[in-house]
Structure formats: structure tokens, C-alpha cells
């Protein structure tokens, strides 16, 4: 199979379906937008099909609409139907897209649901290897597409349509206004990708959690249980050593208070969507306390520098 399903049981399994279906890692060489990567991106796109050229759409390009079609849909392969071209600089590998979606069972018609209309769906970033580059291309701005999906027999899901509306861009760095520098933080230079590099200072090892803002962004607050996305750079202060980093690969999408080290979470907590943070993180935020092992971090102060991107605020209870 070329491709994988996007198939969604739900609203809530939709964020995670596509996240882990529209994205693939990109080489270094694709990490920034050029002319190849552009070509490389139009030449990934599906052709349209019976399936995909029969849906018809109700509603403007940037709002959730109604797809209907004559069910049951047969969809072979996957299939993609370009509705309204957008305008502006077309999308290149490794440029992080806004978009949104709905979704439709192809044997019944049912709507599925729908996200990215109301903030809800974080970029994503595109790749010609990705469902996300292989459905839409190198898309302007603005675009709306029809996409059929076959029934994928691995995950049990039956075919399905989309309209994949691209919304736009996301910057791939915080844009915030700098901050004053805070005494006694490491501190941060920026290369021309805006990469950084943290400068550790002299003196004793902290022990306490401590952050600081080095741009104030405009956006959203995050908050306890919000999906994030960020670009991050992590040091330790132990050994001095860069020990992971998402720059120069692809930002990384958590989801605040769960699945990451509890600093982590604490660090951008607060924060503004733009900001960039640098937080330290001691054993008992990081990974334990205990002799230092190299292999997983135990015992060792950790300091992190964060770009917050973008935010998917989590559903009202």
C-alpha cells in the first residue's frame, strides 16, 4: 500500500489519526522550503478519480461544509479532486500547514466529524511521503480538495472521504517579542534557522525547576491537557552535551500533563503560543533522581530550550 487510511472512529481518535498519518519525518535536506522541495511536493500528489470527481461540496473554502455523494462510494485507491484553487506561494516539503477537514463513511454517507475549522487540529508538516503531501501537493493557500480513501483491511476501517480545506502556514520558530534576559539562566543564541545553541553558566548545578521567557508570543495560553506543538533543544547540564533536539527533523506534538517528563509540561504551562521558553529541569522533573546514566538521563539537570507553535485547546468537559 502506498498510503495509509486516515480512518476515523471519532472526533478525539481524528487528532491522532491524522497526526500520525499526515506526517513523516524529512531529511535535513528537506527541513527548509526551496524550489526542489516545491517540485518534489507536486510530483507527490494522487490523481483523481471516479470516486473523488463525484463528490460534490456545499460551502466556502475555510468553513465546514456538506460532501454529498451517492453511497456506496467505490473507492479502489486513494483519489484526490482539487475544488477551488488557492492563491499565494505554494506549499514545499517541510513547511508546517494549517488545514482542516471533514469526514465521511463512503458506504453510507454518515459524517464522521470534523476538525481545524475552530483551532482545534495543530499543523502539520508535509512531506512528499506523508498522506497529508500525497492528498494535497504543493497546494496554495486557500485550496480545497476531495480526497476518497480506500478501506484499509490492517486497521479495520471502511473508505472514506474527506474535504481537506488548506488553510495556510505556520511558522516554524517562535516569533514572539525578546525578553529580558534572566541572571544566573543559561543563555541562548540563535543560528540563521533560529536553531539554538545554550550557553551553560559557572557555578553549582541547580536543584530547583526554574524558567524563564526569552520571547513573549501573541497567541493563545496553554494549559493543562492542550495538545502542543514545539520545537525544542535539550541540554544536559551534567555532561554539557546536546542529548535530543527536534530541530532539523520536525517539531514535536504532546499533550500538556501527560506523555512527556512533568518539567516539560511545566515549561510551557503559562505560556503564550509565539513564546519561546528556556526552562532547567532537576531529577525530580526530569528523569529521577539516582547515580547519572547517560543512556536515560537519570539523575541528571536537564535544560530545555522551547518553542511553543501552536496549540489545540482540550475539549470542554
Given at each position: 500500500?502506498?498510503?495509509?487510511?486516515?480512518?476515523?472512529?471519532?472526533?478525539?481518535?481524528?487528532?491522532?489519526?491524522?497526526?500520525?498519518?499526515?506526517?513523516?519525518?524529512?531529511?535535513?535536506?528537506?527541513?527548509?522550503?526551496?524550489?526542489?522541495?516545491?517540485?518534489?511536493?507536486?510530483?507527490?500528489?494522487?490523481?483523481?478519480?471516479?470516486?473523488?470527481?463525484?463528490?460534490?461540496?456545499?460551502?466556502?473554502?475555510?468553513?465546514?461544509?456538506?460532501?454529498?455523494?451517492?453511497?456506496?462510494?467505490?473507492?479502489?485507491?486513494?483519489?484526490?479532486?482539487?475544488?477551488?484553487?488557492?492563491?499565494?506561494?505554494?506549499?514545499?516539503?517541510?513547511?508546517?500547514?494549517?488545514?482542516?477537514?471533514?469526514?465521511?463513511?463512503?458506504?453510507t454517507?454518515?459524517?464522521?466529524?470534523a476538525?481545524?475549522?475552530?483551532?482545534?487540529?495543530?499543523?502539520?508538516?508535509?512531506?512528499?511521503?506523508?498522506?497529508?503531501?500525497?492528498?494535497?501537493?504543493?497546494?496554495?493557500?486557500?485550496?480545497?480538495?476531495?480526497?476518497?480513501?480506500?478501506a484499509?483491511?490492517?486497521?479495520?476501517?471502511?473508505?472514506?472521504?474527506?474535504?481537506?480545506?488548506?488553510?495556510?502556514?505556520?511558522?516554524?520558530?517562535?516569533?514572539?517579542?525578546?525578553?529580558?534576559?534572566?541572571?544566573?539562566?543559561?543563555?541562548?543564541?540563535?543560528?540563521?534557522?533560529?536553531?539554538?545553541?545554550?550557553?551553560?553558566?559557572?557555578?553549582?548545578?541547580?536543584?530547583?525547576?526554574?524558567?524563564?521567557t526569552?520571547?513573549?508570543?501573541?497567541?493563545?495560553?496553554?494549559?493543562?491537557?492542550?495538545?502542543?506543538?514545539?520545537?525544542?533543544?535539550?541540554?544536559?547540564?551534567?555532561?554539557?552535551?546536546?542529548?535530543?533536539?527536534?530541530?532539523?527533523?520536525?517539531?514535536?506534538?504532546?499533550?500538556?500533563?501527560?506523555?512527556?517528563?512533568?518539567?516539560?509540561?511545566?515549561?510551557?504551562?503559562?505560556?503564550?503560543?509565539?513564546?519561546?521558553?528556556?526552562?532547567?529541569?532537576?531529577?525530580?522533573?526530569?528523569?529521577?533522581?539516582?547515580?547519572?546514566n547517560?543512556?536515560?538521563l537519570?539523575?541528571?539537570?536537564?535544560?530545555?530550550?522551547?518553542?511553543?507553535?501552536?496549540?489545540a485547546?482540550?475539549?470542554?468537559?
Amino acid at each position: 500500500m502506498r498510503t495509509r487510511s486516515l480512518a476515523l472512529l471519532s472526533l478525539a481518535a481524528m487528532s491522532a489519526l491524522v497526526l500520525a498519518g499526515c506526517t513523516a519525518a524529512p531529511s535535513e535536506s528537506e527541513s527548509s522550503p526551496s524550489a526542489t522541495a516545491a517540485a518534489d511536493l507536486c510530483s507527490a500528489q494522487v490523481k483523481s478519480g471516479e470516486a473523488s470527481d463525484s463528490v460534490k461540496i456545499d460551502g466556502a473554502v475555510g468553513t465546514e461544509s456538506t460532501a454529498t455523494f451517492t453511497s456506496p462510494l467505490d473507492v479502489a485507491e486513494l483519489q484526490s479532486t482539487l475544488v477551488d484553487e488557492g492563491k499565494g506561494d505554494a506549499l514545499a516539503s517541510g513547511d508546517l500547514v494549517q488545514f482542516a477537514l471533514s469526514a465521511y463513511d463512503a458506504s453510507t454517507g454518515e459524517k464522521l466529524g470534523a476538525q481545524g475549522y475552530n483551532d482545534d487540529l495543530l499543523p502539520q508538516q508535509i512531506s512528499p511521503d506523508g498522506v497529508l503531501g500525497q492528498v494535497v501537493g504543493c497546494a496554495k493557500p486557500g485550496s480545497r480538495y476531495v480526497a476518497a480513501f480506500p478501506a484499509s483491511t490492517d486497521q479495520g476501517t471502511p473508505a472514506q472521504v474527506y474535504i481537506i480545506d488548506v488553510l495556510g502556514t505556520a511558522p516554524s520558530a517562535a516569533w514572539g517579542e525578546p525578553q529580558e534576559p534572566v541572571d544566573g539562566m543559561p543563555t541562548v543564541e540563535l543560528d540563521s534557522d533560529d536553531s539554538p545553541t545554550v550557553t551553560l553558566p559557572e557555578g553549582d548545578i541547580p536543584t530547583e525547576f526554574k524558567k524563564a521567557t526569552l520571547k513573549k508570543g501573541d497567541g493563545a495560553v496553554v494549559e493543562a491537557g492542550d495538545s502542543v506543538l514545539v520545537q525544542y533543544h535539550g541540554v544536559s547540564w551534567n555532561s554539557g552535551e546536546v542529548f535530543d533536539e527536534s530541530w532539523g527533523k520536525q517539531p514535536f506534538t504532546f499533550t500538556v500533563g501527560s506523555g512527556v517528563v512533568q518539567g516539560f509540561s511545566d515549561a510551557v504551562t503559562g505560556e503564550t503560543v509565539g513564546s519561546q521558553v528556556i526552562a532547567v529541569l532537576p531529577p525530580s522533573v526530569a528523569y529521577g533522581e539516582g547515580d547519572i546514566n547517560e543512556s536515560d538521563l537519570k539523575g541528571q539537570t536537564l535544560v530545555f530550550v522551547v518553542d511553543i507553535l501552536a496549540v489545540a485547546k482540550a475539549p470542554a468537559q
